[in-house]
């Protein structure tokens, strides 16, 4: 069936769906977005991803474009009328359409919305059995990588690096050769000592809501873990490896920049963080 689009107040065919050349969106990267997964017909972490739509909205000072109740209606229509049972919802609020001028415009001029939907497999069964190969890039990035803007140069120019080596992520190095987060994940290691470690949440990475989560259930599973930065070198040693996303959920990492990590295999804790996060997901009430 043709699918839908929301685009500012109205259900549109996708191929239909279209923005002013004047939205700020595209004249300036003035925006936020999200990626809620969608599984089985349920949203993966709603709630979480819409605190941070309201917090990334609130720094760069850009109004909710309705009020949340009536998002998450709208979100569920579109859901419907898409009949995506397994995919993702993406949304994408720009400050609005207004001549182009650097400065905010007047408050009259209203946020864009704009939110598609498309089936997408979550359960990729032979990257699930392989695991992946990472590379790593430096990350060229501004300094505020908590606010999840739309302005993704750097992480596409390194998601293209990453694909010409055969790769399925970029993890992205600081300037003190530290590992900040993929272009499109979070990224983690298990060390030898069996400590799971990420990044702590600052301004240096956007606090992933399957980050979030991933926390959690280590904490509900009483495994060891640490939010600090790690090095490469220390990424080479670990006992495994795994990135986490929207739409990734835990995927395990095999190898970094050609070098195996640990025995070269999907690791067993990855897997189990995984599959405690989906049956998460799968509690949740369908949304159609």
Known sequence: MPRVAYVNGRFIPLSRAAVSVEDRGYQFADGVYEVIALKQGRFADEDGHLDRLGRSLGELSIAWPMPRPALCLVMRELVRRNRVRNGGLYMQVT??????????PPPRVRPSLVMTVRPANLDPVERL???VRVISLP??????RDIKSVALLPQVLGKQKAHEAGAFEGWMIDDDGLVTEGCSSNAWIITRDGVLVTRHATTAILNGITRQALLRIAGTLGLPFEERAFS??????????????ASTFC???VEIDGRPVGNGHPGLL??????????GVMAGSPVI
């Open 232 to 245: 490469l070198a220390e990424a080479y040693e670990a006992r495994e490896a795994f990135l986490s996303s």
């Open 129 to 131: 059995a392989n695991g």
């Open 95 to 104: 400050r609005g359409v207004a001549p182009r001028d650097f400065k905010f």
């Open 270 to 279: 990855a897997q189990r963080l995984r599959q405690s996060y989906v049956d």
């Open 251 to 253: 995927q395990p990492i």
């Open 139 to 144: 990350d060229i990035r501004w300094s505020r």
